[in-house]
């Protein structure tokens, strides 16, 4: 599976901005998709997941009731929904693929990864 993730920018703290990763190259809904971050100087740490039917998802407590992962698997694309921005979110977005059964939280349980996209949140 081929992923590519979009729609990062800069935002200021409170608004919200909605990233996109579109797959290709395999059946996209035989995969749990999920959302990594990685900030300035820190570790890559899982935001949410999704199951391969979009019925099922997580979130890590940073993010629980701001971030909301949703799928088209007519269109092959994820989308994370992020509300409340703080500039603690500010990071490197990845999107991923699992095969796994649902959920997966650690990034070696991702079999493909998309480049990322860049939110920066402004105070």
């Known amino acids: 599976v081929q992923l590519q993730a979009s729609g990062g920018g800069l935002v200021q703290a409170g608004g919200s901005l909605r990233l996109s990763c579109a797959a290709s190259?395999?059946?996209?809904?035989?995969?749990?998709m999920g959302w990594f971050r990685q900030a300035p100087g820190k570790e890559r740490e899982f935001v949410g997941i999704?199951?391969?039917?979009?019925?099922?998802?997580a979130y890590t407590g940073s993010v629980k009731g701001r971030f909301f992962i949703s799928r088209d698997n007519a269109k092959n694309t994820v989308y994370l929904q992020m509300n409340s921005l703080k500039p603690e979110d500010t990071a490197v977005y990845y999107c991923?693929?699992?095969?796994?059964?649902?959920?997966?939280?650690?990034?070696?349980?991702?079999?493909?990864w998309g480049r990322g996209t860049l939110v920066t949140v402004s105070s």
């Open positions: 190259g395999r059946t996209f809904n035989d995969y749990g």
């Open positions: 999704i199951n391969w039917r979009g019925t099922s998802t």
């Open positions: 991923a693929a699992t095969s796994r059964s649902f959920p997966r939280y650690q990034n070696t349980e991702y079999n493909f």
